[in-house]
Every structure is written in C-alpha cells, then in structure tokens.
C-alpha cells in the first residue's frame, strides 16, 4: 500500500515537472492526477489550497533543488567564476537534452500565473532570492563589495540566456552570457 506521503510527494514531483514545462495556466487538475495515478479528490486531501497550493508548495521544491544543485557546481569548481560557467554549461546541457522542454523551473510559472496569485508570487520570489544568495555568497570569495549587486547581473543574465535558448531553440544565448560574466567578475577581483 502506498502511503500518503509518497502520495503527496509524487504529487508534487508531477506537478513541479509540469509546471516547469507548461506553465501554471496551461497545467490542468485533470493532467496533474492522471500523471501521479490518482483520484481528483486525491489532490485537495493533501493539498487543501488546490492547485494554487500544489503549485506553490512545487516551486519550492524546484527551487530547493536547483539551488542544491548550483551549490554542488560552485563548491566543486576551482574558483567561482569557473562554477559560474559550469553552472551556465550544466543549464545548457539540461535545456538541450529536455528537447528545450525545460528552461529555468521558475521562470515559466513566474512569468504565467504570479500576476495573479500571491502565493505563486511569493514561493517563485523566495526561489530566486535563494539563488540570489548562493550566488551572492559565492561571490564574496572575490573580495568585491558589490558581490550582492554582481549576483543580480549574474542571475539576470543567466536566466535571460535560458529564455532566449529555450525560445530559440538554441542554446548559443546562454553559452555566450559565460565568457561575458567571466570578463566582468575578473575585473571585480582585481
């Protein structure tokens, strides 16, 4: 017997990737409990606050991961800006082999439904403050005081490459930002 945890967590794995693809709007009810093989009624016993909850309560998770990701990068690269253009490649390299399926797992759901809900809003703004941190905290190792503004630059940049790749089914907009921050964060630390 499956128990109502992995339920929940299937649940949430499910609606992460979905939303990660589609977008919040695009996600139906019906597509969320057909992927996880279970009831409708399944969805509002865990999640009470229906799909704005599961989705919410998603976008953290994906955001968790990512950022447990992008920490494991940077600690294993020599020097951070090394682990800033392996964490570009590594999103390259996951754009491209999602057939340019998955972009950033934010962005997507950012972008459709937090306009309107402030639940959405709120889990998709605490995900890129996490980032933003990490990359904040990464870049003090070059001695600049401007590490909190440099992170801005850096996540900007990546997550507009990751936009014009997906969208263009390329991902030459995302591997030319690396050179580009490399030049500007070499500068920094000078």
């Known amino acids: 017997m499956v128990r109502r945890t992995d339920t929940r ?6 609606a992460a990737e979905l939303f990660h693809q589609q977008g919040y709007h695009a996600t ?3 597509q969320l409990v057909a992927a996880v093989g279970a009831p409708k009624g399944s969805l509002y016993f865990h999640f009470p606050g229906g799909k704005e909850q ?5 976008i953290r998770q994906s955001a968790d991961r ?3 990701q992008l920490r494991t990068i940077t600690e294993n ?25 998955r ?6 759901v950012a972008l459709d439904a937090s306009g309107d809900s402030e639940a959405i809003r709120q889990a998709c703004a605490d995900g890129y403050t996490s980032w933003h941190t990490l990359i904040s905290e990464a870049l003090n190792e070059l001695g600049t005081d401007r590490a909190d503004q440099l992170a801005t630059v850096v996540l900007a940049s990546v997550e507009g490459g990751l ?3 997906k969208t263009l089914h390329d991902t030459a907009p995302l591997r ?14 000078s």
């Open 103 to 108: 972009g950033c797992p934010l962005a997507t």
């Open 28 to 30: 139906g009810l019906n």
């Open 66 to 68: 990512l950022c447990e």
């Open 9 to 14: 967590q299937r649940m949430l794995d499910s």
């Open 163 to 165: 936009l014009l790749a």
């Open 54 to 58: 599961l989705a919410a309560e998603a």
């Open 77 to 101: 690269s020599p020097d951070v800006i090394t682990g800033i253009e392996n964490v570009v490649e590594a999103l390259a390299i996951s754009l491209e082999e999602s057939d340019f399926q």
């Open 176 to 189: 030319a930002i690396a050179p580009h921050l490399r030049t500007t964060l070499e500068r920094e630390s």
